[in-house]
């Protein structure tokens, strides 16, 4: 057997795919897994034979830190040419992944170049079945080892439309830990303002990270979403 190979594993829903490398993965190092974890699909949160959420066990999970939300601002809708009705349009969603190391606890994390808590010197500590679909459905590059994934089928829109149903479920889940999201019309100004204090502070922390670059697009989403938290979160973020 090529030691290799990308053994392809069923996964629900049925229209994404699975892919497990266990040699690739390891000789890569977990690239993906050191600077964003993949989002987790409700349906590995139901309860069996149900489409309802188990409440008890995502609240567990967040409050241990093994998982964390991620609010993103927009709805994903029209991005996926939906049509929604104005009125019908939310101003934010929210998803659930694995938690980052270091994040202190925190319900609503913004660990963008942070190791997924997950990972570990020997790899993923969870077994292929039970990975958040965001982490299976990333498909390694065999011509390229080490250089991380080529594709998706269960990206960034995907799982904000995925768990779109279930916003106010996740929001419930938080505030019984204690943290409320606003839920008033996004502030696009207070937004702004926020992300300009906050990149003037870390302009001055680390001026050098800013500098003209592709490589330093996850800086500036990490102030983005900083900037979104702080805005939705007020005073508990």
């Known amino acids: ?26 000789e890569c190092g977990g ?3 050191k600077t964003s974890p993949g989002f987790c699909h409700p349906r590995e949160w139901t309860k069996e034979g149900s489409d309802e959420l188990a409440m008890d066990r995502i609240v567990t999970a967040l409050g241990a830190g ?3 939300l991620t609010i993103i601002p927009g709805d994903p809708r029209p991005n996926l040419s939906i049509p929604v009705p104005e009125v019908d349009q939310v101003q934010w969603s929210v998803v659930l992944r694995p938690g980052y190391q270091g994040a202190s606890g925190k319900i609503f994390d913004v660990g963008v170049n ?10 993923c500590r ?22 991380g994934c080529k594709e998706s089928t269960y990206a960034g829109l995907d799982a904000q439309l995925a768990w779109l149903p279930y916003r106010d479920d996740l929001v419930r889940a938080a505030a019984e830990l204690g943290q409320q999201p606003r839920d ?5 100004e207070a937004l702004i303002d926020s992300a300009t ?11 050098r990270s800013l500098a003209i670059g592709c490589r330093n ?15 939705i979160l007020g005073d508990d973020y």
Not at 184 to 188: K, L, S
Not at 217 to 231: G, H, N
Request: with cysteine; net charge negative; charged share 20%.
């Open 126 to 147: 969870f077994t292929p079945e039970k990975r958040p679909l965001g982490c299976l459905a990333l498909k390694p590059n065999p011509l390229a080892p080490g250089k």
């Open 217 to 231: 697009v996850p800086v500036f989403r990490q102030i983005v979403q900083k900037a979104v938290l702080s805005v």
């Open 66 to 68: 093994d998982f964390s």
């Open 31 to 33: 690239q993906c897994c």
């Open 1 to 26: 057997m090529d030691d290799h190979q990308i053994v392809e594993l069923p996964v629900l829903p049925r229209e994404h795919r699975g892919f497990v490398a266990e040699t690739l993965c390891r």
């Open 197 to 207: 204090i906050l990149a003037q502070a870390h302009l001055l922390e680390a001026p």
């Open 114 to 123: 942070r190791p997924c808590v997950h990972l570990g010197p020997d790899g």
């Open 184 to 188: 008033a019309e996004f502030d696009v």
